[in-house]
């Protein structure tokens, strides 16, 4: 039992949930990657991970997906590493845009910067930031950074990387508007690349609950105790998690929920509770918004019932 909360948080409560919404039937799995359609709707799985390295998981746990947008948040604190956080703000901002992930743009007017770093454009934008001589140097960095956060190694998707390879035309016209703009350098094709592999890792829910308790932990990995992020940048990753990590739900998700937290296309979420845990979810069906729709009503009902809202410091 990981007792951090006002209400424990159990296994057999997180069993609870799973039982509660497995046989929920809402969304539809992401198509417009052709090979993320053949994703299991049923797969669910739900995952805690402490400070201390506890974990408590349930459900296909050992099920491998890709990370997709999640990666967004780790490839951030890579570039803020490398470039600092002036230069990144100069690059990619931090508003909100309640528009969709993959919106064709509106670079600010007079900074042609992408509004933040976890929609399309300032991912790709970000990822292009990454140091490295080759673009065998920066996809090692990015694998080994990875691996620091997940305790272990991280394997690309090759055939979801050459499926959105092939057939992400939309995230190529952000990098050549970006490009006219000088916002991007020439490695327009090489960057794309790498974003494709970061998006195509592959994860299980276990993995995505302990990179959460790495930013938890500021990061450093709990359970190797290796760091993954110098510890002044988690705060900047845990402030656009907020503001932006839910695609065009993240106000909402910032009332109900009230923890910084990221989605991906493939059905994954991460949520942080700074300084004691991480949870993941993993269910294929995706809202309108594009996040799981198991994953969003877990959370929502963990942070109830552990009374976990960032903002939830008074006895009613
Ligand atoms: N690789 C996906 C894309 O760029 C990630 C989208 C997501 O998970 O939101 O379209």
Redesign the pocket.
Known sequence: MLDFSVNPISLELLTQLHDRYQSCRSGTVAR??PELAKMNPNAFSICVASVDGDLLSVGDDRQLFTI???SKVFTYGMALEDRGRDMLLSKVGVEPTGDL??SIIRLDENSKRPDNPMV?AGAIATTNLIQGNTATDRLNRILNTFKAYAGRDLYVDSSVFMS?RTT?HR?RALAYLMRHFEMMDDRIDETLDL??QQ?ALLVDCRDLALMAATLANNGVNPRSGDRAIESKYVRDLLSVMYTCGM?NFAGEWAYRVGLPAKS???GGIIAVVPGKMGIAVFSPPLDSH?SSVRGVKVCEDLSNICKLHLFDRFES
């Open positions: 417009y990657i997709q947008s999640i992930f993959n399309n959105e992400g995230n974003y494709f998006c695609y991906g296309v493939s594009g």
